[in-house]
């Protein structure tokens, strides 16, 4: 599986006597998900660990391009929000154990949260527009002051642009220890880019989703060609190191 995953045999076992010959569920878009939640209400533990090669004892890793054109990534996008938002809602509902609630919502609160995203960075690129406009010829800043007036909505943006950063470091961080400082630089520039991408995809999604719904008709799997590092490429990526890959994670 693209994820990596494996299973017990008394997993497999268990899924074989719920869904007789389909242990994997074909109509799934994004089976590994739906996988995760049916193995943690059938009783059995989850954990995120890491495997070492016998011969080096180097971590062992998948690693493969995420699509690098626009219309390969939003179809990517589309089918990852499809499987995980709309068809786990309409399969698992909300009944989950309190500390899984949190997930569901952090998973499917970016069907509402993509427009106010991009109308998030359109207001912040015009108040940074505004500034150098009157830094350059030495004007007030319109906007500061607008912003300096509301005491609660200046303690909002700060602690949002906190929270910005932090991820911003995140991403740079991890990009910096796998693929070096090249990678890591072009972080901030990418994070913009992914909001756009995940905008039209979830735009995509509904459409895709309800009008499959509506139309009667059933879901498809759409590929998408990946591209892998070939040796030349994996040699100049820095060997993962093992602070960064937790032994086992239960969410």
């Not at 533990?45 to 391009?65: G, H, N, V």
């Not at 995809?201 to 499959?212: E, H, I, K, P």
Request: net charge positive; hydrophobic share 45%.
């Amino acid at each position: 599986a693209g994820v990596d995953t494996a299973l017990r045999r008394e997993v497999i076992e268990r899924l074989r006597i719920l869904r007789g010959e389909d242990v994997f569920n074909p109509r799934s878009l994004t089976e590994d998900y739906f996988l995760g939640l049916e193995v943690q209400r059938l009783g059995f533990r989850q954990a995120f660990s890491y495997a070492r090669s016998p011969e080096s004892r180097e971590l062992i890793a998948s690693r493969s391009y995420f699509p690098d054109t626009f219309k390969a990534a939003v179809r990517q996008r589309t089918r990852w929000i499809t499987g995980n938002n709309l068809q786990a809602w309409e399969r698992f509902g909300w009944r989950a154990a309190p500390g899984q609630l949190y997930w569901f919502w952090r998973d499917r609160k970016g069907l509402l949260n993509q427009l106010p995203n991009l109308l998030a960075a359109s207001l912040f690129l015009f108040g940074l527009l505004r500034w150098l406009s009157a830094c350059f010829y030495g004007t007030p800043w319109a906007v500061g002051a607008a912003i300096s007036q509301r005491p609660w909505l200046e303690t909002l943006l700060w602690a949002n642009a906190g929270l910005v950063l932090w991820r911003l470091t995140l991403r740079t961080g991890f990009g910096w220890t796998i693929y070096g400082w090249r990678h890591a630089a072009f972080a901030p520039l990418r994070m913009p880019w992914a909001n756009v991408i995940n905008f039209c995809a979830s735009y995509m999604a509904l459409r895709v989703f309800f009008g499959a719904k509506f139309g009667k008709k059933p879901l498809l799997w759409a590929k998408t060609a990946h591209s892998f590092p070939d040796a030349a490429e994996a040699k100049t990526s820095r060997p993962a190191r093992e602070a960064h890959y937790p032994k086992a994670y239960s969410p």
